[in-house]
């Protein structure tokens, strides 16, 4: 799954020319259609542009400041409202910078009739700092999101995983799902569980149309489901841990994407703990941060962060009996890294719309 030299944009002058640097300012503006259009709504980009931003990440070409929370219902608001500000700029071959503001409100799809999360990316020119591109953050967002999944299953999980577990069955599930089992021929199994039946119902039809060859179960609770995975993926909004140590089998690979699923005990029972990137796992009292905070976990606990484990530096799994778990907080360099792919496409494919800054 290696980014190959000609899958790679090329840092050219004629490229960056193309790309649309270094001309008269304007922003290409591209809504979700279009970049589904140029195969963001797949996840073979995804994937690729992932394993290129965890390398980066490894060998320290990037920078990435912690990103704010803004709460407007402070203390007492659910822990999935918020906007989140993601900054970062991305080396490599065409280095960019940019912005992903991402807003949510765990109640939108019953109380609005919308989406959960929402928001936009913004692309600048590493060079002269001028923003080149703005675009439609939810489809890049939920695609990066199972593209780590993707990824970290290749080093983390048993090479021959045929069964995967999901507790939350929205788009974010959605996404994780169709990601795994586009690039994971082999599963068999998938056990879905979610508060609302008529969510699970709804994946389940939708999963077993694209890949009628799996068997799709939904579980009569998280229990039964997490049980079943041979690689488990939590995509919801809890905000209390409520998976212990005791459901995961041995041998599980848990993805712990919604990040406040499972219990303390997991995290110091488990067998390798992995994140994205400690400054931004170890913080907001996350369950990995209330850990630090007790004294029960520290930096020289944590396994590895998984870019370190893309190239090679730390091992993955290492054996087929060991349970690991992935702390994902979610890193700005992904959603730019995955919005530089599509951005340099739009420009081949002539795709978007062209905004005049002035």
């Not at 300012?25 to 996840?43: D, F, V």
């Not at 299953?153 to 090479?159: E, K, T, V, W």
């Amino acid at each position: 799954m290696t980014i190959q030299q000609q899958d790679r944009p090329q840092a050219s002058a004629d490229v960056q020319k193309q790309a649309g640097f270094h001309t008269a300012p304007e922003l290409l503006y591209l809504n979700r259609e279009a970049i589904a259009s140029l195969g963001g709504g797949s996840s073979k980009l995804y994937a690729e542009a992932l394993e290129e931003a965890l390398s980066l990440h490894a060998r320290g070409d990037y920078v990435q400041p912690l990103k704010p929370y803004l709460r407007s219902a402070g203390k007492d608001g659910h822990i999935a409202d918020r906007i989140i500000a993601m900054p970062a700029h991305v080396g490599g071959e065409l280095p960019l910078s940019g912005i992903k503001w991402i807003g949510s409100k765990h109640d939108n799809p019953q109380a609005r009739g919308l989406e959960r999360a929402s928001g936009v990316i913004v692309l600048n020119d590493a060079e002269s700092n001028y923003p080149v591109a703005v675009m439609e953050a939810g489809l890049i967002s939920s695609m990066r999101t199972a593209a780590v999944t993707v990824v970290a299953a290749r080093y983390l999980a048993r090479s021959s995983f045929a069964t995967i577990a999901c507790v939350g069955c929205g788009l974010i599930a959605k996404a994780q799902l169709t990601s795994l089992l586009e690039h994971y021929t082999h599963v068999s199994d998938v056990h879905l569980f979610d508060q609302s039946q008529a969510a699970a119902e709804r994946l389940a039809e939708t999963l077993h149309t694209a890949f009628p060859n799996v068997r799709v179960t939904i579980a009569a609770s998280a229990e039964k489901a997490v049980r079943e995975g041979e690689v488990v993926v939590t995509c919801t909004v809890a905000d209390s841990p409520y998976i212990p140590f005791e459901w995961l089998q041995k041998g599980a690979f848990v993805s712990n994407i919604s990040i406040m699923d499972v219990h303390k005990e997991a995290y110091i029972m488990a067998d390798k703990v992995i994140v994205d990137d400690w400054e931004q796992s170890n913080r907001e009292k996350k369950v990995l941060n209330q850990l630090v905070l007790e004294g029960r976990f520290s930096r020289e606990q944590l396994h590895a962060e998984l870019g370190e484990i893309v190239i090679g530096s730390k091992p993955g799994r290492e054996n087929k009996d060991e349970i690991i778990i992935l702390n994902p907080m979610g890193m700005a360099i992904e959603d730019i890294a995955c919005a530089r792919r599509i951005y340099i496409e739009a420009f081949k494919e002539g795709a978007g719309v062209r905004l005049p800054l002035y």
